[in-house]
């Protein structure tokens, strides 16, 4: 079974300054690997996924990802924040359930960006 | 393109009522799904459907909950009587539902309170 672990469930840091979110996870098959984000009230909204290939992963907002397959971990960073990204960050590693696609989503971490 | 839509997006009942919630996928998406997003939480699966077909219902609690997607293109979440504990934003997501689509797609989600 997949598993994902966000390994902070809050990370402040100050305006242009960089951060990395961080995200492990566990599958005995291959996996696809996402980033999503969810602003206040809202759904949620695809940053960047891995799918094959390269394994740096560029997603939109400035933000990127590595997937690191010995380490099992695809951290999320950006190197300078604005206060616009304050939002619920959330991993989530693929599935499979009766034979269609799912997705098993972490915990969630909580940016706070601060002036 | 118009998004995943749900309705409504707030709902405020007491325990032992019932509600319901409604979603209207991407057109043409074949995967419907229905999380249960707890405050703190990442998103949970309750019920995943195939066109008008259930594939996952595993973690739906089914003495109170039920789902249908009668067409296979809108669908209906009832809660009947609800908890305390079910009080959490329900979130409606779709995707294409090919084997290579892992990609979902979320409405707003509707934010349940009960009392």
């Known amino acids: 079974a997949q598993s994902v672990t966000q390994l902070d469930s809050q990370v402040p840091v100050f305006e242009e300054a960089p951060v990395e979110l961080r995200c492990n996870y566990s599958s005995s098959v291959s996996v696809y690997l996402f980033w999503y984000v969810q602003y206040p009230n809202q759904g949620l909204q695809l940053l960047l996924k891995y799918l094959s290939g390269s394994t740096l992963v560029k997603g939109i907002n400035g933000f990127e990802a590595e997937f690191n397959k010995s380490q099992t971990s695809f951290h999320l960073r950006k190197p300078s924040v604005h206060i616009s990204d304050t939002a619920e960050y959330f991993c989530a590693v693929s599935g499979r359930s009766g034979g269609y696609n799912k997705l098993i989503f972490g915990a969630g971490t909580r940016l706070a960006v601060h002036p | 393109e118009a998004g995943v839509a749900q309705s409504p997006r707030y709902k405020i009942i007491e325990k032992r009522q019932s509600v319901a919630f409604w979603c209207n996928p991407i057109s043409g998406h074949a995967t419907l799904y229905w999380y249960q997003q707890i405050l703190g939480q990442g998103p949970k699966l309750l019920i995943q459907?195939?066109?008008?077909?259930?594939?996952?219902d595993s973690q739906l609690p089914k003495d109170r909950f039920s789902a249908e997607r009668l067409k296979g293109v809108d669908s209906t979440l009832k809660i009947q009587p609800a908890k305390l504990e079910d009080s959490a934003v329900y979130l409606c997501?779709?995707?294409?539902?090919?084997?290579?689509?892992?990609?979902?797609?979320f409405g707003p989600g509707t934010r349940l309170t009960v009392t």
């Open positions: 459907f195939q066109n008008n077909g259930v594939v996952d």
């Open positions: 997501a779709s995707s294409p539902g090919t084997a290579s689509s892992y990609e979902q797609y």
